[in-house]
Structure formats: structure tokens, C-alpha cells
């Protein structure tokens, strides 16, 4: 059975920073691309920042030279450092895998929420 298990979100003031990690169990977790998405109330989802198997990342816009994603793949977990927080990053937070090519896979942890707020 797939899990990814988010922690690390929580209420923030804004300049401030958290870590998100997400582990993931159930997979094989080195060969797929993992991903942080987020979505705000009233918000559709978004991709906020991704990392491929072989490390290569991307970022949306508005997190860059902010945020920063990193994975271990001797630990299945992928985290995302958050710094310089502002009130428009508050959102739940979801990790994602996804794994391409013939056999594609697509799989989602709870969300975990995340609040900048003084």
C-alpha cells in the first residue's frame, strides 16, 4: 500500500520559515518525480515546487530563491524548506509521486496546512 505521510506545517509568522517533509512508503521511491502542490481556499491547486529522479527542480514563480525542495532517497522522504514566509503562501500543503513512462502512477499524501500569520 502507497503512503506519503506529510508533517512540518503549522502556524508561522510572516519572515519566518518551515520544513515540510513527506515520506513515502510503498513505492519505489528513487525513480519517481515528487512534487509539493498547494491550495488555498477558493484557490484551484498548484504546483509549488518539483524534484525528477535525477534532481533536476522546479519552482513556480512566486516561491523562487524562497523555498527550496530536496529529497533523500536513503530516507524516501522529499522535504521542502520554506524561508521568508508570506500571508499568500498559506495553503495546505500536499506531496505528490509521480512515476512516467509505461507505467504511470500518480499518487497523493493527506496535505498538510500551513498558515503565515502574525
Known amino acids: 500500500q502507497v503512503q506519503l505521510v506529510e508533517s512540518g506545517g503549522g502556524l508561522v509568522q510572516p519572515g519566518g520559515s518551515l520544513r515540510l517533509s513527506c515520506a513515502a512508503s510503498g513505492i519505489d521511491f528513487s525513480i519517481y518525480t515528487m512534487g509539493w502542490y498547494r491550495q488555498a481556499p477558493g484557490k484551484r491547486r498548484e504546483l509549488v515546487a518539483g524534484i525528477s529522479s535525477d534532481d533536476i527542480t522546479n519552482y513556480v514563480d512566486s516561491v523562487k530563491g524562497r523555498f527550496t525542495i530536496s529529497r533523500d532517497n536513503a530516507k524516501n522522504t522529499v522535504y521542502l524548506q520554506m524561508n521568508s514566509l508570506k500571508p499568500e503562501d498559506t495553503a495546505v500543503y500536499y506531496c505528490?509521486?509521480?512515476?512516467?513512462?509505461?507505467?504511470?502512477?500518480?499518487?497523493w499524501g493527506q496535505g498538510t496546512q500551513v498558515t503565515v500569520s502574525s
Open positions: 505528490n509521486a509521480k512515476r512516467f513512462g509505461k507505467i504511470r502512477r500518480d499518487y
